[in-house]
């Protein structure tokens, strides 16, 4: 199975503040990357596809980045609405995994 | 508006069975592929099973191949989870979601989940 590991566990940030969330795979998986945003209580929103797609209605802060094993999750401008625990899957070979969460909390 | 609404959860004991239905609505359900994802209490996320838009292609993860069944009736726009010889291990709150129109397994669109619980 291809491993999913995400950095860091948890993020402390200001409004207004940039921050970014990493996700490592174990193997090259061609930019076969998704990220979501699961809100408290909530069921996980698609944030971003193919590594660098930004799904329909998604704010234009948000953005994804990366190739190979390394992929990256930009928040730009932070806002109140953005806290949430933010995940990264792999869609290039079964089973389709998960990184273990980012929990993004304001300062 | 895309709708997908999970049922069918409980406290069940170990060994014995839950089917889970996903009633669909919004969307032309036949022309997506959909899956069943799982989260542990607090815990991460967990794919779970895929079918096609047919429902002649299924896929499991390994744990659950042989004691789950993923099936879908296109005429009433349902998904359906048939959970047999369950263990504590299964616990979780399972999500119905939908497949990206390519086909692609990642999930545009997911149910609010519901809540299953192994417990004697």
């Known amino acids: 199975d291809i491993q999913m590991t995400q950095s860091p566990a948890s993020l402390s940030a200001s409004l207004g503040e940039t921050v970014t969330i990493e996700c490592l795979a174990s193997e090259d998986i061609y930019s076969n990357l998704a990220w979501y945003q699961q809100k408290p209580g909530k069921s996980p929103q698609l944030l971003i596809y193919y590594a660098n797609s930004l799904n329909d209605g998604v704010p234009s802060r948000f953005s994804g980045s990366g190739s190979g094993t390394q992929y990256s999750l930009k928040i730009n401008s932070l806002q109140s609405e953005d806290v949430s625990i933010y995940f990264c899957q792999q869609n290039y070979d079964s089973p389709w995994t998960f990184g273990g969460g980012t929990k993004l909390e304001l300062k | 508006e895309v709708q997908l609404v999970e049922s069918g959860g409980g406290l069940v004991q170990p060994g014995r069975s839950l089917k889970l239905s996903c009633a669909a609505s919004?969307?032309?359900?036949?022309?997506?592929?959909m899956a069943w994802v799982c989260q542990a209490p607090t815990k991460g996320l967990e794919w779970v099973a895929s079918i096609s838009t047919g429902g002649g292609n299924t896929y499991y993860r390994d744990s659950v191949k042989g004691r789950f069944t993923i099936s879908r009736d296109n005429a009433k726009n349902t998904l359906y989870l048939q959970m047999d010889s369950l263990r504590s291990e299964d616990t979780a709150t399972y999500y119905c979601?939908?497949?990206?129109?390519?086909?692609?397994?990642?999930?545009?669109?997911w149910g609010q989940g519901v809540m299953v619980t192994v417990s004697s």
């Open positions: 979601a939908r497949r990206d129109y390519s086909g692609d397994e990642y999930f545009d669109y």
């Open positions: 919004g969307f032309t359900f036949s022309n997506y592929g």
